[in-house]
Every structure is written in structure tokens, then in C-alpha cells.
């Protein structure tokens, strides 16, 4: 039934094998995005955007505002990067994901227009960040939709999602040590990517409270002639999304919808009623088993933070992480919590994990009483750590969405969210 969906998934996820010029500029996303969306004459001004960056939960904050402005009866899309089981998830409309046969619709229109400008320039063909951005404002387009929030995918003064003119607010979540091999270093050169999403006269928010950064973020809020409120009330939010920062996504979305005008009642029931997969889901019972997509240190510091909550007695770990994060740091983080772990890998040809015996020897190393196995089948690795756990263990499948999303297909196929989400 979904054999054309299934080729269109293969068809985006191959786009980066086309040879791009030698040196490609910092900025290539955005050059790439503004010609696809001039080859495709789509309107940016025809809606109300909502940008949103940071490094940790702007995932979150992206399906609260969503949900918030759904609750006040507005019209809006949402596009959200990555994805955890299957490529619909990236764009939202209402309450259901893009449907597979209209994801093949809309991509067959885009193959069109890549190959007229592929004819033309080589070094503006658009890759995937593109691809899926025209998708999402071509879906949106259709729907009518008054009002788009972005997720930026990777940094943001360079993401494809930057092209889109002033949006009505935009939200910086907070800084940490992600995607270094393309944003930079240090928490200050990452600030500085992120605080690109700031525009002239566009007014900022952010949960982020360190100094230093805070400095950046104001900065250039400054230059842009800006606003930047930093939000730090800590307040209390009934919430149906489990972690120990989501209430501080909570607060972030909160004051999105107050300076938005919103409904106080709507705020409050679309926060409440926000869900997303893979964030730390409890997906089954007797044993515990939460699929958590947290891949890089600042994540998995919060996941344990949030792992005192839950009363269990042992904790199997099943995890893959990706070779560009900092991986002695989170094996050295999460090794003290577990009982026993299983390094395995994700599926995803495109990004390498990291060395399996190196994970394996460090786990040993940061926790001397830790049992360990390597599993190159993460699909293994589930099936042993469910034979092992007692109805009173916690089984903990954590350190990229890749894994954590495949082996969410145990308990919800990606047919059925096709079928049924759509």
C-alpha cells in the first residue's frame, strides 16, 4: 500500500550522494532554500512564522506552540527536525501528520523543480534541509494554514528554515555542545550560530541562563534593534510529556502564546495535551520501557536527572550514539545509573556510530560493577534486554532518536502511524 511513500523516503534520504562543488560556502542551506523556493514561487509572506532554535528541547517547544495555537482555533503547520519513525512526522498540520500519498505529491513537483535548477546551477541543488522546508510551506500553502512554526534542523543562522523574513517571534531554548563539527567549538560559537535567527525588530525569548551566553544572545538582539525576554519563572505546568526540562519548555511556550494574545485557557490545554514520541516515552509497563531520543551530553544529563522520578529496581541499557558527539563524557554520565548495558548501533547508513568496543571498554571503565554486551542488532539487543528485565526493572532505550525510533516499531509500526496519524 505504501510502496510509493516507501521510494519517496529512499529518494530524500539519498539526496546527499549528489556530488556538490568542492567548497561549498557556510551559507549554501540558505542559497539552495531561497532558489527552490523562488523556483517554486511560494509566498513567505502568506504566513505568520514562528522560528524556533536551541540546542535541547526545541522539539518540544515547537509541538506546544503548535498545539497552543490549534487550541485558539488557528490554522497552523508545523515542521519539525528529526523525525523518530518515519518521514511524516516532520510536518504537521492541525492534529495529523502530512499524509504519505500527499508527502509523494508534493515531492514529485519537487523533483521537477530540482532538475530545472540542477540544469542551470549544480551548486544550488537542493539537498534534504531544502526539500523538506519547500515540502512543508508547499503543504501548508494547501491547508491554508495562518500561521507555520519552524524548528530550526542545524544551528540557525545558516539552516534552510533562515530564509523565511520576519517572523512574528522567534525562541532560542538554550546552548550546548551539539553538532560541534559544524557549528563550532565552544558554547560562545555555537551561541552566535543559533542567535542568527534573530531578525531586525523581531522579538526574542529564551530559557537559556547562562551569563556568558546570555551576553551573546543580547548582543546581537541589540544589533538587530530586537528584544530578547528571558523567561526563568518556574512555574508548574500539568504536562503529558515526561523529563525534568519540560516544564521549562513549558514556560517557554507559555509566553509564545501570551505575547502572541492567546487565550490563557488555550496556552494551558494545548501545553497539557502535548505529546511526542521518543521523548521520554514509557511505552510499556511490568517492565518499565522508555524510549528516549537524547543524543548528546547536555540530553543525557537531563534523562538522568529524570530517571530519579521512576521507582525500579535494576536498569538495562540499551544504547547507540552517533561518532561526531562526545562520547566519553556521556558514557561517563549515564554509566553510573545502569545495571547492565547493551552498545549497539541505529540503522541510519548516513551517520556513523560510534566505535562499538570503544563504547564497550569506556562503560567498563566509568563503572566497575556495570555488565556489558555489545549487539550489533539493536533489534537483539531489545529482545535480550526484555528476557532479562523483571517486572520491576527499567529498560532504558537512549542516545539517538535513529535508535530509539526504530525500535519504537515493537510497539507502534510504521504502517500503523501511516495509516492511522495521517
Same mark, same amino acid.
Given at each position: 500500500?505504501?510502496?510509493?511513500?516507501?521510494?519517496?523516503? $529512499?529518494?530524500?534520504?539519498?539526496?546527499?550522494?549528489? +556530488?556538490?562543488?568542492?567548497?561549498?560556502?557556510?551559507?549554501?542551506?540558505?542559497?539552495?532554500?531561497?532558489?527552490?523556493?523562488? &523556483?517554486?514561487?511560494?509566498?513567505?509572506?502568506?504566513?505568520?512564522?514562528?522560528?524556533?532554535?536551541?540546542?535541547?528541547?526545541?522539539?518540544?517547544?515547537?509541538?506546544?506552540?503548535?498545539?497552543?495555537?490549534?487550541?485558539?482555533?488557528?490554522?497552523?503547520?508545523?515542521?519539525?527536525?528529526?523525525?523518530?519513525?518515519?518521514?511524516?512526522?516532520?510536518?504537521?498540520?492541525?492534529?495529523?501528520?502530512?499524509?504519505?500519498?500527499?508527502?509523494?505529491?508534493?515531492?514529485?513537483?519537487?523533483?521537477?523543480?530540482? *532538475?530545472?535548477?540542477?540544469?542551470?546551477?549544480?551548486?544550488?541543488?537542493?539537498?534534504?534541509?531544502?526539500?523538506?522546508?519547500?515540502?512543508?510551506?508547499?503543504?501548508?500553502?494547501?491547508?491554508?494554514?495562518?500561521?507555520?512554526?519552524?524548528?530550526?534542523?542545524?544551528?540557525?543562522?545558516?539552516?534552510?528554515?533562515?530564509?523565511?523574513?520576519?517572523?512574528?517571534?522567534?525562541?532560542?531554548?538554550?546552548?550546548?555542545?551539539? /553538532?560541534? /563539527?559544524?557549528?563550532?567549538?565552544?558554547?560562545?560559537?555555537?551561541?552566535?550560530?543559533?542567535?542568527?535567527?534573530?531578525?531586525?525588530?523581531?522579538?526574542?525569548?529564551?530559557?537559556?541562563?547562562?551569563?556568558?551566553?546570555?551576553?551573546?544572545?543580547?548582543? +546581537?538582539?541589540?544589533?538587530?534593534?530586537?528584544?530578547?525576554?528571558?523567561?526563568?519563572?518556574?512555574?508548574?505546568?500539568?504536562?503529558?510529556?515526561?523529563?525534568?526540562?519540560?516544564?521549562?519548555?513549558?514556560?517557554?511556550?507559555?509566553?509564545?502564546? *501570551?505575547?502572541?494574545?492567546?487565550?490563557?485557557?488555550?496556552?494551558?490545554?494545548?501545553?497539557?495535551?502535548?505529546?511526542?514520541?521518543?521523548?521520554?516515552?514509557?511505552?510499556?509497563?511490568?517492565?518499565?520501557?522508555?524510549?528516549?531520543?537524547?543524543?548528546?551530553?547536555?540530553?543525557?544529563?537531563?534523562?538522568?536527572?529524570?530517571?530519579?522520578?521512576?521507582?525500579?529496581?535494576?536498569?538495562?541499557?540499551?544504547?547507540?550514539?552517533?561518532?561526531?558527539?562526545?562520547?566519553?563524557?556521556?558514557?561517563?554520565?549515564?554509566?553510573?545509573?545502569?545495571?547492565?548495558?547493551?552498545?549497539?548501533?541505529?540503522?541510519?547508513?548516513?551517520?556513523?556510530?560510534?566505535?562499538?568496543?570503544?563504547?564497550?571498554?569506556?562503560?567498563?571503565?566509568?563503572?566497575?560493577?556495570?555488565?556489558?554486551?555489545? $549487539?550489533?542488532?539493536?533489534?537483539?539487543?531489545?529482545?535480550?534486554?526484555?528476557?532479562?528485565?523483571?517486572?520491576?526493572?527499567?529498560?532504558?532505550?537512549?542516545?539517538?532518536?535513529?535508535?530509539?525510533? *526504530?525500535? $519504537?516499531?515493537?510497539?507502534?509500526? &510504521?504502517? $500503523?502511524?501511516?495509516?492511522?496519524?495521517?
Amino acid at each position: 500500500m505504501f510502496k510509493e511513500y516507501y521510494r519517496a523516503v $529512499r529518494f530524500l534520504e539519498s539526496l546527499n550522494n549528489l +556530488k556538490s562543488p568542492e567548497k561549498l560556502p557556510a551559507d549554501f542551506h540558505l542559497k539552495r532554500a531561497w532558489r527552490l523556493i523562488k &523556483e517554486l514561487k511560494i509566498n513567505l509572506r502568506q504566513f505568520k512564522f514562528v522560528h524556533i532554535a536551541g540546542t535541547s528541547g526545541k522539539g518540544s517547544v515547537t509541538a506546544m506552540v503548535h498545539n497552543i495555537l490549534k487550541e485558539a482555533g488557528k490554522k497552523v503547520g508545523s515542521l519539525y527536525s528529526p523525525h523518530t519513525t518515519t518521514m511524516i512526522e516532520r510536518i504537521e498540520v492541525g492534529d495529523k501528520y502530512i499524509s504519505p500519498k500527499e508527502l509523494v505529491k508534493i515531492l514529485n513537483r519537487l523533483k521537477k523543480a530540482a *532538475e530545472r535548477i540542477y540544469k542551470k546551477d549544480t551548486s544550488l541543488r537542493p539537498g534534504f534541509q531544502e526539500f523538506m522546508l519547500a515540502m512543508a510551506l508547499l503543504y501548508f500553502q494547501k491547508n491554508h494554514c495562518e500561521y507555520a512554526v519552524l524548528e530550526t534542523s542545524v544551528g540557525g543562522e545558516f539552516d534552510a528554515t533562515n530564509i523565511i523574513p520576519q517572523p512574528i517571534i522567534g525562541a532560542i531554548t538554550n546552548i550546548g555542545l551539539d /553538532h560541534t /563539527h559544524l557549528l563550532g567549538e565552544t558554547l560562545a560559537e555555537i551561541a552566535k550560530a543559533k542567535a542568527g535567527i534573530i531578525k531586525p525588530g523581531v522579538l526574542i525569548v529564551t530559557t537559556e541562563t547562562k551569563p556568558k551566553i546570555l551576553k551573546i544572545l543580547t548582543a +546581537k538582539a541589540k544589533k538587530m534593534n530586537s528584544t530578547l525576554i528571558t523567561v526563568n519563572s518556574n512555574g508548574s505546568f500539568d504536562l503529558s510529556i515526561n523529563g525534568n526540562k519540560q516544564n521549562r519548555n513549558a514556560e517557554l511556550a507559555e509566553k509564545i502564546g *501570551e505575547i502572541l494574545g492567546l487565550d490563557p485557557k488555550a496556552i494551558e490545554k494545548g501545553i497539557k495535551k502535548t505529546t511526542l514520541p521518543c521523548r521520554l516515552e514509557i511505552i510499556q509497563k511490568k517492565p518499565t520501557v522508555i524510549l528516549d531520543g537524547a543524543h548528546n551530553l547536555d540530553k543525557i544529563k537531563s534523562t538522568c536527572e529524570s530517571l530519579k522520578k521512576f521507582t525500579y529496581k535494576k536498569l538495562l541499557l540499551i544504547i547507540a550514539v552517533n561518532e561526531n558527539k562526545d562520547i566519553k563524557k556521556i558514557i561517563k554520565t549515564v554509566a553510573g545509573e545502569a545495571d547492565k548495558v547493551f552498545v549497539t548501533r541505529h540503522y541510519n547508513a548516513g551517520r556513523a556510530c560510534a566505535d562499538l568496543q570503544l563504547m564497550y571498554t569506556l562503560f567498563l571503565a566509568a563503572n566497575k560493577k556495570i555488565k556489558a554486551e555489545i $549487539r550489533l542488532d539493536p533489534w537483539q539487543a531489545l529482545e535480550q534486554a526484555l528476557c532479562e528485565a523483571k517486572k520491576e526493572d527499567l529498560v532504558l532505550v537512549t542516545g539517538s532518536f535513529f535508535l530509539a525510533g *526504530e525500535l $519504537r516499531k515493537k510497539w507502534c509500526s &510504521e504502517e $500503523r502511524i501511516l495509516r492511522y496519524n495521517s
